[in-house]
C-alpha cells in the first residue's frame, strides 16, 4: 500500500497530535487576545485602505513602527508551520503548501476581523489582515521547507536501513468474490 508522502509509523502520529494541540492552544490564545472588549475611553475609525495603516506606522519612524507591525505579523505566524504539522504529509508541493497556509491564515484573519466588529473597543483594520497572512507565510517559509527535507532525509535512511530486516507484503489476493445466485421474481 501507497503512504502517499506521509510521514509513516508513530512518529507521524506523535507530529499530527502534537501539532494539532499546540495549533488548537494558539487559536484559543488568539482568540483570547483579540476577542476581549477593551475599556478605552475613543475607539480608531475602522481602516479598510490596504496599506493606510501600515504607512501611518511607518510616518512615525521605525522605532515606533517595530512594535505594532511585529504583533500584526507575529499574531497568526504560527499558523505557517502548525498547519502543515498536523496535516503531517512530506512529499507535498511545497508552492501548494505555502498558498494553502496563507489563505488559511488570510481566511482566519478576515474571520477575527468580522468578529472584532461586534466586540467593544475593538476596529477592523484591513492591514491587520495583510500582516497576518504575510506572517503565515513568512513562518512557513523559514521552517517548514527546511523542516519537511530534513524528515524526508530520516525517513529515507530508516527505509535505507530498515528495508534490509522488513519484507513488504503487496496487497494479497483475498480469493473469488462470492456471487449470489439470481432469484426469480415470484408471479
Do not use: F, K, Y
Not at 4 to 12: D, E, K, L, P
Not at 65 to 81: F, K, M
Not at 127 to 144: I, K, P, Q, R
Amino acid at each position: 500500500m501507497q503512504r502517499q508522502g506521509s510521514i509513516g509509523g508513530s512518529a507521524a502520529i506523535r507530529i499530527r497530535v502534537t501539532g494539532g494541540v499546540l495549533l488548537v492552544a494558539h487559536l484559543a490564545l488568539v482568540a483570547w487576545l483579540t476577542l476581549r472588549p477593551l475599556d478605552v475611553p475613543w475607539v480608531m475609525p475602522p481602516n479598510l485602505r490596504p496599506l493606510a495603516g501600515i504607512r501611518a506606522d511607518l510616518a512615525l519612524g521605525w522605532p515606533r513602527a517595530v512594535r505594532p507591525l511585529g504583533e500584526g505579523l507575529a499574531l497568526l505566524a504560527p499558523l505557517g508551520i502548525l498547519l502543515p504539522m498536523a496535516h503531517g504529509r512530506l512529499a507535498v508541493s511545497p508552492l501548494a503548501s505555502l498558498l494553502r497556509s496563507a489563505a488559511t491564515g488570510a481566511l482566519l484573519s478576515l474571520g477575527i476581523a468580522l468578529l472584532q466588529t461586534g466586540v467593544p473597543g475593538r476596529v477592523v483594520d484591513i492591514d491587520s489582515l495583510l500582516l497576518n497572512t504575510l506572517g503565515v507565510m513568512v513562518a512557513h517559509l523559514a521552517v517548514v521547507p527546511a523542516a519537511r527535507a530534513r524528515l524526508r532525509r530520516l525517513e529515507a535512511a530508516e527505509d535505507g536501513t530498515a528495508g534490509q530486516s522488513l519484507t513488504v507484503h503487496g496487497e494479497l489476493s483475498q480469493g473469488r468474490t462470492p456471487t449470489i445466485p439470481r432469484v426469480g421474481i415470484a408471479p
